[in-house]
């Protein structure tokens, strides 16, 4: 069992949790994530690890309450535990040698960013980010990108907080003024990691897409988080939890990639419904 040290709501439907887990917290790197069961005959979920102490060894998830899983699991609180705690998965984000770069974050795709801002702000980088919500709401994490970053950008759909607006926007600007970056690093909803790419592809500025598909028991072996990468003018297979989840942008099939995430839209909503109506009857 893996005991919860610390909970904390971060807006109405996003809960940040520190866990326990010293072997964890000493070997994740930025941009890998782990594999959590709440019961020992629970749903395997990935959720990326938005942060580590060593020395405490505990280790920072950040979920949204969108599930039948992650409705269980914010039923938690500090000094309860997790049956499984598996990690850390995945290929660390590559940020070797870069030294200016954008970090373009959506929604709760900001946790995973933030610890990528965070390691190239100690690397040395210079960091632009920019960071997209629906409405004010929904902000998290700002202080945190603020003291992070060189250049901070805050965008709101409804124009409730910071600019109004989707991500794209100061991108784009950015771009046609003359700004070069070594990286554009995206992460979030899929339909925004596609328009960031289209932003980013007359420029020919690399970018760097986290994709968060199906995913099972994190190994590849079930091919649930299989993705189809366009390359050389060849359609190739690849797998998320060990290839990834970072991949080229460029040659993501982000249309097939957003149909495979909606095969399961009706069992997930069935499923949270009535996870949610056996504790209304508890």
Do not use: W
Not at 90 to 114: N, S
Not at 130 to 150: H, M, P, Q, Y
Not at 240 to 254: L, R, T
């Amino acid at each position: 069992m893996y005991p919860i040290i610390r909970k904390k709501a971060l807006n109405p439907t996003v809960t940040q949790m520190e866990i326990l887990s010293p072997l964890v917290a000493k070997k994740a790197l930025p941009g890998q994530f782990i594999i959590l069961r709440v019961t020992p005959d629970g749903e395997r979920i990935p959720l990326t690890v938005a942060g580590t102490d060593p020395v405490e060894g505990t280790v920072k998830i950040i979920f949204q309450i969108v599930g039948s899983t992650t409705f269980l699991l914010n039923q938690k609180e500090a000094g309860d535990s997790i049956a499984d705690f598996v990690g850390p998965l995945g290929v660390p984000t590559h940020l070797d040698g870069l030294r200016k770069v954008c970090i373009v974050g959506g929604g709760v795709g900001c946790a995973i960013a933030l610890p990528i801002a965070q390691e190239l702000h100690r690397l040395g980088a210079s960091v632009t980010t920019i960071v997209g919500f629906r409405t004010r709401d929904l902000v998290i994490l700002e202080d945190e990108f603020k003291a992070c970053s060189d250049f901070f950008h805050m965008m709101t759909d409804d124009g409730t907080y910071g600019r109004k607006g989707n991500v794209t926007v100061p991108l784009k600007e950015l771009l046609e003024s003359g700004n070069t970056f070594d990286m554009i690093i995206t992460i979030g909803p899929l339909i925004m990691m596609k328009f960031v790419v289209a932003t980013a592809r007359p420029f020919g500025t690399p970018v760097t897409v986290s994709m968060n598909p199906i995913m099972i028991d994190g190994t590849g072996m079930c091919g649930g988080c299989r993705l189809s990468l366009l390359r050389d003018g060849k359609r190739i297979t690849k797998f998320a939890c060990v290839d990834g989840p970072d991949f080229n942008g460029y040659e993501v099939d982000f249309d097939e990639a957003m149909s495979r995430g909606r095969a399961y839209v009706d069992f997930e909503r069935h499923a949270y419904e009535q996870t949610c109506n056996l504790f209304k009857k508890a």
